[in-house]
């Protein structure tokens, strides 16, 4: 029986197997997740930058479960210390544990609104408990500011030109700002401001008595409460129960004092002497103030006249300067840092930025301040601009030119005689007086000649250099190169010219280097009168190398 021939192609009713009819379905699910994913990208291409941008920032905030910003912080110089994005969804997950501890800030009526809303949307947010004095009953949303002199006795105010302000400001209809402004009168503020001190220890008892530790500030005052916590109950080793009044010391006519801006410490006790065993002291104190200067160096008159305390100096930890005004350098370096003064709303609320954003969570030390915020400005030169240089000056010999020039920069003169050639010139113009810096640079490490004999192939000739390399590097020679090394590194650790400032022929060196601040352009008239500063960024880094990390935190004692 004849085979039947196979037909050339398949058959019509040859029946399909399962996994060829899942590719199949796979393949039609996959053209139409295609077209779908086209469709919406076309409907997307017409969104307004403003949605998309909103899209995006919604997608990141889901990522990381907040509200997540770019860190404006953030630049390329200081990218290994803070993040990119600034995470605020919960601000106060790291702030440190203040039980036991009370802040007591002061104000004025005058400035109150300007300096109070940005603490309460920092610092004071995380903290359970505060109170803020001022020299008006006044409210910030749900925030109450005391008057400090409510309980003032009348009959010292009454025939007291320095309470004009108090008596002003209740009769202003409108805001206080439009009232200061239209009199432009600031020293009025200040010579109110001396009189809240005492009057606020009291109310301040009164209100919140029993705690260990009354830590008072000004509204242009920062505090680090990382640090503040952590040496209060760790490194500082101090009680409460002792009576210790602790700052940056002052003086004011040979009287030592806790300068109030920079904020200062009373331990519970003293607070507590000082109020309940002295009823008659905040009165007398009233009426001593129109003979004083200050509050600040009056608190300390009586803590000493009534308890036989002096201040017991805590700086540079407490510092009266701003991270723009910092003194960085030897004993400003590894020091960690409590507070900083002269900070207006946008410096307050840059350094909470950096504290939020940072990528560690040690103890922030000064230099970790300069690394992360003054750094990434540096420069070598700025016109009008006054880095605050004057540590060390040279002027125009000239008598007439030594006689325009500041007194406390005719103070700071370097004698002639002790002059180099290229200090005797500085005064000439900013070219000039940039050279006295770069006079004290130390050779590069290549150029101390300290690398190894370069290896000769086996197959090459020998020669004389070969043998003077030899006795070159030999082992006591090894020792002596060592120590030139160590002793290089010593000179560019003890270096005393990081920068300079030129100014109507008056050229001043610093021992540290700051930032400082913009001034006023002259007029063009006078080429003398312009302002240029700069900074000898080789000497700085040379500084810095030198110095190495920082091994642990230089936490300072009390000082007597």
């Known amino acids: 029986m004849p085979f039947a021939s196979k037909s050339p192609g398949p058959s019509v009713n040859m029946i399909v197997s399962p996994a060829s009819r899942r590719l199949r379905i796979l393949g039609g699910i ?41 860190n404006t912080l953030y630049t390329e110089g200081n990218a290994d210390m803070v993040n990119q994005y600034y995470n605020s969804s919960n601000p106060c997950a790291n702030f440190p544990d203040t039980d036991g501890v009370l802040l007591i800030m002061k104000t004025g009526a005058t400035e109150a609104f300007d300096r109070i809303p940005t603490h309460l949307l920092t610092t ?7 109170l803020i004095f001022s020299d008006m009953e006044q409210q910030v949303g749900p925030y109450h500011i005391y008057d400090a ?18 008596r002003d400001q209740k009769e202003c209809p409108v805001s206080q700002k439009s009232c200061v402004d239209a009199k432009r009168d600031g020293q009025k503020a200040w010579n109110l401001d001396k009189y809240k001190f005492l009057p606020m220890m009291e109310q301040t008892w009164r209100m919140r008595p029993g705690r260990d530790w009354y830590i008072f500030a000004e509204a242009d005052t920062y ?4 640090n503040v916590m952590h040496w209060l109950k760790k490194e500082s080793r101090l009680s409460p129960r002792e009576k210790l009044y602790l700052g940056s010391r002052s003086f004011i006519g040979g009287t030592p004092f806790a300068h109030g801006g920079s904020g200062y410490i009373l331990s519970g006790t003293l607070l507590k002497h000082l109020i309940e065993y002295h009823p008659g002291m905040v009165k007398q104190y009233n009426v001593k103030g129109a003979h004083e200067c200050c509050g600040d160096l009056m608190l300390a008159q009586a803590l000493e006249e009534y308890e036989n305390v002096k201040i017991q100096q805590i700086w540079p930890m407490i510092n009266g300067e701003k991270p723009s005004t910092l003194p960085y350098g030897p004993g400003h370096w590894c020091e960690p840092i409590l507070s900083m003064h002269h900070m207006n709303a946008e410096e307050i609320s840059s350094v909470w930025q950096f504290e939020q954003t940072r990528k560690t969570d040690r103890t922030l030390l000064i230099k970790d301040l300069y690394e992360g915020l003054i750094k990434p400005k540096m420069q070598v030169s700025r016109q009008n601009w006054d880095n605050l240089s004057d540590d060390v000056c040279y002027l125009n010999p000239d008598p007439e030119a030594q006689l325009r020039a500041d007194g406390h920069l005719r103070e700071r003169k370097k004698n002639e005689d002790e002059m180099n050639e290229v200090e005797k010139e500085a005064w000439k113009s900013p070219e000039h007086c940039s050279k006295v810096c770069e006079s004290q640079d130390m050779p590069d490490e290549d150029e101390w000649d300290l690398d190894p004999i370069v290896a000769r192939k086996d197959d090459e000739p020998g020669t004389a250099n070969d043998t003077e390399l030899a006795e070159d590097t030999s082992p006591s020679d090894a020792v002596a190169r060592e120590a030139l090394k160590k002793s290089m590194n010593e000179k560019k650790r003890n270096r005393s010219c990081f920068q300079y400032r030129w100014h109507e022929e008056v050229c001043c060196t610093a021992k540290s280097f700051k930032l400082g601040a913009p001034k006023a352009a002259p007029d063009d008239s006078n080429p003398n009168a312009k302002w240029v500063s700069g900074w000898h960024l080789k000497g700085i880094n040379d500084w810095i190398e030198a110095m190495g990390e920082c091994k642990k935190p230089a936490w300072k004692s009390p000082e007597s």
């Open 124 to 130: 004071l947010k995380c903290l359970p408990d505060f």
């Open 30 to 70: 996959a053209l139409l997740t295609v077209f779908a994913t086209y469709l919406h990208a076309r409907a997307r291409w017409n969104e307004t930058p403003f949605e998309y941008a909103r899209d995006y920032y919604e997608s990141v905030t889901n990522y990381f479960g907040g509200p997540v910003f770019n």
């Open 223 to 226: 505090l680090f409460w990382a």
């Open 149 to 166: 002199l409510a309980e003032f006795e009348e009959s010292a105010k009454a025939h007291n030109s320095d309470f004009d302000l108090y």
